[in-house]
């Protein structure tokens, strides 16, 4: 059986989207679930974590740019070799890990999209 087949609708047009994302770019929770004009972050959230396995779930990312928590160096290998924008951690922070700048790294959906429409 294929994997869209086994994937409620919902997850598999999550999925979609994430794969839309050009490497070195990252959307919010909430920018997908504003890009479907269905459910919200945390809808989107939970179909990143039960099927997004198989998709570039690192570019599906929280709004404050800190990386998803367990998965921080993974995360970070792909930042790293995509290119993708970040910002050193600051000093007083718990851990040295960088976060994503946001202001440079998220995608709009729009630019480098060509003819895809939104799903």
Known sequence: MDRME???????RVLEV???????????????AEWLEEGGPRQVGRAMALYGGGVPWWRVVRADGTLLPGHELSALAHYRSEGTPLRDAARSADSHVPRLDMKRARWDGDEGAGDSAHI
Not at 6 to 12: G, K, M, S, V
């Open 6 to 12: 086994e994937l409620p609708e919902y997850a598999e």
């Open 18 to 32: 994430a794969e839309l994302i050009p490497p070195g770019r990252v959307m919010t929770y909430g920018d997908i």
